[in-house]
C-alpha cells in the first residue's frame, strides 16, 4: 500500500458560527477567503467572535487530508511546526490518535490557529495567525524526511514561504515521490499565479475549486481543467452544486454531488481530496475516486468543523470497502 506524507501549517481551528455576515464585514475579511492576520488582529477576532460558541479542532489544510486519508486506512506521515503550548500538543495528540507519524518541529513561539468563522449559509471564512507553523523552514527539510514516501500532498497555503515551498517540492521529486497540491484559496493563487505556473510542470496532482481555477488561468473550469490535465498527470477542478471534473490523459470524467444540509463548509476540499487519494491508492477508477472524495466531503459539510464522526467513517467504510 503506498504511503502519503503531507507538510503544511499546523495550526488549531477555532471554530465560530455567525448568524449574519455583518461581523465579516466589520472586520475587514472577504467572505470566503483566507486571510493572514498578525497576533493583534488575530486577538481582535477573537474578542469579536467571543459572543458566539466555538469549539476547537485539529486543523490546516494538508493536516486535515492527511487525518482523512489515516482515517481512510492510508499510512501517513506530516511535516510540521507548533510551539511548546497546550495548543500546540493539542495538534500533535490529535494527529497521533488516528496514526499519523509526526514528522513535528517545535520552538517557543505561540502555535498558529485559525479563526474559522462560518456564515449561516456554510461559508467559511479564515482568520489565520500562522504563529509557530511560520518557523518551519526550507533548512528544517532534507532528503531521508521524504524518503519511502510514495506521494508528497503539499498545501498551497505554505506558498507564501516560496523557498520552503520549492524546497519541499524539489526534495520530494528527489526522493521519487509523486507531489500532490491543493491550491488552497483564490486569493493564494492570485497573489502567487506566476510562480504556481512556473512549478505546475513539478507536480504531478493538482485540486482546485471554481474560483482558484479562474485565478489561476482566467478561464473556465472545463478550461483550466485541460490546461493542467495537459502539464500534470492527474486535473481535479471542483464545481460546486455541479460536482467535479477529473482529467488524466485523455481520460474525463465529471461526478456529481449528493444533496445534503450543509452545516459548515469547513475542510470539504480537504475531505474531498482525503477521499480521491485514499480511491487511487486502493487502484479504484477516477469516477470511483471522485466518488469517495464526494463523500467525505459530503459528510464534513454536515458537520461543525473538518473532521468526520465515527459513525461516518464507519458508514464510508462500509460502502467503499476501505
Known amino acids: 500500500m503506498k504511503k502519503v506524507l503531507g507538510i503544511g501549517n499546523a495550526l488549531v481551528d477555532i471554530l465560530t458560527r455567525i448568524d449574519n455576515d455583518n461581523i465579516l464585514n466589520e472586520l475587514n475579511l472577504p467572505k470566503g477567503s483566507m486571510q493572514l492576520v498578525d497576533e493583534t488582529t488575530s486577538a481582535k477576532v477573537g474578542k469579536a467572535l467571543e459572543k458566539f460558541e466555538n469549539a476547537m479542532a485539529p486543523g490546516g489544510s494538508a493536516a486535515n487530508t492527511i ?38 518541529f ?14 449561516p449559509d456554510g461559508e467559511r471564512t479564515f482568520a489565520t495567525h500562522l504563529g509557530a507553523a511560520l518557523m518551519l523552514s526550507a533548512e528544517h527539510l532534507s532528503l531521508d524526511l521524504f524518503q519511502g514516501w510514495d506521494y508528497c500532498y503539499i498545501e498551497g497555503y505554505l ?32 497573489e502567487n499565479r506566476d510562480f504556481l505556473l512556473e512549478l505546475l510542470p513539478q507536480i504531478n496532482i493538482v485540486f482546485a475549486n471554481e474560483e482558484e481555477a479562474k485565478a489561476l ?50 475542510g470539504a476540499g480537504d475531505m474531498y481530496a482525503a477521499g480521491f487519494m485514499a480511491g487511487l491508492i486502493n487502484g479504484y477508477e477516477l469516477q470511483r475516486c471522485g466518488e469517495l472524495g464526494t463523500c467525505l466531503a459530503g459528510n464534513v459539510i454536515q458537520n461543525l468543523g473538518a473532521k468526520l464522526k465515527e459513525e461516518q467513517w464507519n458508514d464510508i467504510q462500509k460502502v467503499f470497502s476501505l
Open 217 to 266: 488561468t482566467h478561464n473556465t473550469p472545463e478550461a483550466t481543467l485541460n490546461f493542467i490535465a495537459n502539464t500534470c498527470e492527474i486535473a481535479v477542478v471542483k464545481v460546486g452544486s455541479k460536482g467535479s471534473l477529473i482529467k488524466r490523459g485523455n481520460e474525463m470524467v465529471q461526478v456529481g454531488v449528493n444533496k445534503v444540509k450543509v452545516i459548515d463548509t469547513t
Open 159 to 190: 506558498i507564501s514561504n516560496r523557498p520552503l515551498f520549492k524546497k519541499a517540492i524539489e526534495l520530494a521529486k528527489q526522493a521519487g515521490c509523486k507531489v500532490v497540491l491543493d491550491l488552497a484559496s483564490y486569493n493564494v493563487v492570485e
Open 67 to 104: 487525518h482523512g486519508l489515516a482515517k481512510c486506512g492510508i499510512t501517513t506521515g506530516f511535516i510540521g511546526f507548533t510551539g511548546n503550548d497546550k495548543v500546540g500538543k493539542f495538534f500533535d495528540d490529535a494527529m497521533q490518535s488516528v496514526g499519523v507519524k509526526p514528522i513535528m
Open 106 to 119: 517545535h520552538g517557543n513561539v505561540r502555535s498558529g490557529i485559525a479563526q474559522a468563522i462560518i456564515s
